[in-house]
């Protein structure tokens, strides 16, 4: 990852890439869309299918073009926190091929298949089968997410309003960049165009982790904000160490997440909400100088 734009870059993924590589997945971490076209050009070279997490980024999007639609394949998440909800939770699957994109309403549906063969009674063997189809030699595991009509119909009518709910949260996220813009200590990434949907307000405090852990205890014991820190490196998890998955190599990722800090930035703070959190960062920052 980039430290600066908090995503990964066609440069920092071939550094990583060994003959091993059969995918690259690129999260537009916050909201952000990483530098698609270089990427998907790279993946393009080396054979690689290209999958982005645009679960943070709705909306966002790259020289006119929306994140999601880049690559081979792009999940999107509705979750109650982000820009775009479908009552709690929800998500979408794209998926360019038409051969993969078959399978996907069968896995979404406990596997349930229509069978192969002519069945003189529907009902015989069953109603539907559930022997996934096998793409390339592979077996799918099928699952059971299925959104229901009414987040769908939630979801379809406020993707018409996308642009609208992104460009606000922008023009509110900038508000608070530029108002912070003299105070040292903490490093934004101010970007004034659609590429950001400032899904979340994330800040890095350059003076150190020490300080960063001071700011949040004093935000939420003095001010009653409570900041949070996203996203613990998977490589950092007790779980994935315990299976072995601990190797990586994340320098940047390292120094960010020790150091950063999410403010809560749900589209639904008022303006005044938005100026006691400025207010009380600016105290909480200037009693720890
Ligand atoms: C970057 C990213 N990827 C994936 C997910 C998972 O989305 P969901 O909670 O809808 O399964 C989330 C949200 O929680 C996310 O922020």
Avoid at 84 to 96: A, C, D, I, P
Avoid at 140 to 165: F, H, M, S
Wanted: with cysteine; proline share 4%.
């Amino acid at each position: 990852m980039d430290l600066q734009t908090r995503v990964v870059s066609a440069e920092s993924i071939a550094k990583v890439l060994t003959p091993r590589t059969r995918a690259v997945v690129v999260v537009h971490l916050y909201g952000y869309v990483a530098d698609m076209p270089a990427i998907a050009e790279l993946c393009r070279q080396r054979g690689l299918i290209l999958i982005e997490d645009a679960a943070q980024s709705i909306g966002a999007e790259l020289d006119g073009q929306k994140s999601g639609s880049f690559g081979d394949m792009a999940i999107f998440s509705f979750h109650s926190h982000k820009n775009l909800t479908t009552l709690g939770e929800g998500g979408m699957l794209y998926v360019r091929d038409p051969r993969m994109a078959a399978l996907i309403p069968a896995l979404r549906h406990n596997g349930h298949c229509a069978y192969a063969f002519e069945r003189p009674d529907y009902w015989k063997p069953a109603m539907g089968n559930v022997d996934m189809p096998i793409l390339d030699g592979d077996f799918l595991q099928p699952n059971n997410y299925c959104l229901g009509e009414v987040e769908c119909a939630l979801g379809a009518k406020l993707l018409e309003r996308i642009d609208t709910i992104n460009d606000e949260k922008r023009a509110r996220a900038l508000r608070f960049i530029d108002a912070l813009a003299d105070v040292p200590e903490l490093e934004f990434h101010r970007v004034a165009t659609r590429r950001h949907n400032y899904h979340l307000l994330a800040a890095r405090m350059v003076t150190g982790p020490e300080q960063r852990d001071r700011f949040l205890r004093r935000m939420h014991d003095d001010k009653g904000i409570k900041c949070v820190v996203q996203y613990i490196p998977l490589n950092r998890y007790d779980y994935y160490r315990r299976l072995g998955l601990d190797k990586a190599d994340c320098p940047n990722a390292d120094t960010f997440f020790d150091s950063m800090i999410s403010f809560p930035f749900q589209h639904w703070l008022r303006e005044e909400d938005l100026d006691y959190m400025l207010q009380s960062t600016r105290e909480v920052l200037a009693s720890l100088r």
